[in-house]
């Protein structure tokens, strides 16, 4: 009774070694005498208890590692403080477990040498505006190294680049300057605007009166010119109806006596006056001449204007 126990014990402890569950996304390497044997993959596997051995487990999923700080010192000899965070993944198992005795440990090295001899081939201005270059010499420098490794490096991020205090405040002075004078140059830049506007329009403002004045000028004289033509033309009509009328039974005798009115008429007018001193005519026969010199004035007219 006691050996079946004793039996029914080895069997269970043997049972117990020989089956390894291995969870998704992990890969364990066996050895077989402290020879590589193989790796157990996701699932449920068995191997030879106390001959078989798991001696690392790897898990293949993506890990992200946290690179420690550290000094760079630029292209023109100033000190940043650097850190940065690298992705990797475990693709081969075997190598992983005997490409190095700390494959971990390696590519932190390796990714801050790497970004040492990266930022010493820059200027500090520059390492701020090629952090994805950066970024991707890293990569592509650990990447080649770590084949050997059974490790894939994903990508690298530089978390922050701090410069010292000094070369800070130096930036920072260098920003406030660059900010004032591109505020004085817009503010000068809206002053000249604003004195071309201010130009431009008075010299349309000038443009527009003296348009205006051309104008003016050109309907006031086109206004004396119809003017003058309607006077003209009523003139000439009136003219014309005189000469007509003259020309009728009993005009002369109607011209004589509207000449003789008006002679009359303009006596009148002088002597109304109190200032003019009047002098009549003595002899009434030199009223009549200048009636009949009057007379003989219409009657040349008189054919011209018929004509």
Same mark, same amino acid.
């Given at each position: 009774?006691?050996?079946?126990?004793?039996?029914?014990?080895?069997?269970?402890?043997?049972?117990?070694?020989?089956?390894?569950?291995?969870?998704?996304?992990?890969?364990?390497?066996?050895?077989?005498?402290?020879?590589?044997?193989?790796?157990?993959?996701?699932?449920?596997?068995?191997?030879?208890?106390?001959?078989?051995?798991?001696?690392?487990?790897?898990?293949?999923?993506?890990?992200?590692?946290?690179?420690?700080?550290?000094?760079?010192?630029?292209?023109?000899?100033?000190?940043?403080?650097?850190?940065?965070?690298?992705?990797?993944?475990?693709?081969?198992?075997?190598?992983?477990?005997?490409?190095?005795?700390?494959?971990?440990?390696?590519?932190?090295?390796?990714?801050?040498?790497?970004?040492?001899?990266?930022?010493?081939?820059?200027?500090?201005?520059?390492?701020?505006?090629?952090?994805?270059?950066?970024?991707?010499?890293?990569?592509?420098?650990?990447?080649?190294?770590?084949?050997?490794?059974?490790?894939?490096?994903?990508?690298?991020?530089?978390?922050?680049?701090?410069?010292?205090?000094?070369?800070?405040?130096?930036?920072?002075?260098?920003?406030?300057?660059?900010?004032?004078?591109?505020?004085?140059?817009?503010?000068?830049?809206?002053?000249?605007?604003?004195?071309?506007?201010?130009?431009?329009?008075?010299?349309?403002?000038?443009?527009?009166?003296?348009?205006?004045?051309?104008? !003016? %000028? $050109?309907?006031?004289?086109? &206004? =004396?010119?119809?003017?003058?033509?309607? @006077? /003209?033309?009523?003139?000439? +009509? *009136?003219?014309?109806?005189?000469? !007509? %009328? $003259?020309?009728?039974?009993? &005009? =002369?005798?109607?011209?004589?006596?509207? @000449? /003789?009115?008006?002679?009359? +008429? *303009?006596?009148?007018?002088?002597? !109304?006056?109190?200032?003019?001193?009047?002098?009549?005519?003595?002899?009434?026969?030199? @009223?009549?001449?200048?009636?009949?010199? *009057?007379?003989?004035?219409?009657?040349?007219?008189?054919?011209?204007?018929?004509?």
């Amino acid at each position: 009774m006691e050996i079946a126990l004793v039996l029914l014990v080895i069997a269970a402890l043997f049972i117990w070694r020989a089956i390894k569950i291995v969870p998704q996304q992990n890969a364990w390497v066996v050895e077989r005498l402290g020879k590589y044997h193989g790796a157990l993959t996701p699932g449920l596997s068995f191997i030879f208890p106390f001959l078989d051995k798991v001696a690392y487990k790897h898990s293949l999923k993506e890990i992200p590692l946290d690179v420690p700080s550290q000094v760079c010192i630029t292209r023109d000899n100033t000190q940043l403080q650097v850190d940065g965070i690298l992705y990797f993944q475990v693709t081969d198992p075997m190598r992983a477990s005997y490409g190095s005795s700390n494959y971990i440990v390696a590519i932190t090295q390796l990714a801050q040498t790497t970004l040492r001899s990266v930022i010493g081939k820059l200027e500090l201005d520059k390492t701020f505006e090629e952090r994805d270059m950066i970024n991707a010499q890293v990569v592509s420098a650990i990447d080649e190294a770590a084949l050997n490794w059974g490790v894939k490096v994903l990508r690298y991020e530089i978390k922050d680049l701090t410069p010292p205090a000094e070369i800070l405040r130096a930036m920072q002075a260098q920003i406030t300057a660059e900010r004032e004078k591109r505020a004085l140059i817009a503010a000068s830049e809206g002053r000249r605007q604003e004195q071309i506007n201010i130009a431009t329009g008075e010299r349309e403002a000038f443009i527009a009166r003296s348009e205006g004045e051309k104008q !003016a %000028a $050109i309907n006031k004289a086109q &206004g =004396e010119a119809e003017s003058i033509r309607a @006077v /003209a033309l009523a003139t000439a +009509e *009136a003219i014309e109806k005189v000469a !007509a %009328a $003259i020309r009728q039974p009993g &005009g =002369e005798q109607a011209v004589q006596l509207k @000449v /003789a009115e008006k002679a009359v +008429e *303009a006596y009148g007018q002088v002597a !109304a006056d109190a200032t003019t001193t009047l002098i009549v005519p003595g002899n009434m026969s030199e @009223v009549s001449a200048l009636i009949g010199s *009057a007379m003989t004035l219409v009657r040349q007219a008189a054919p011209s204007i018929a004509k």
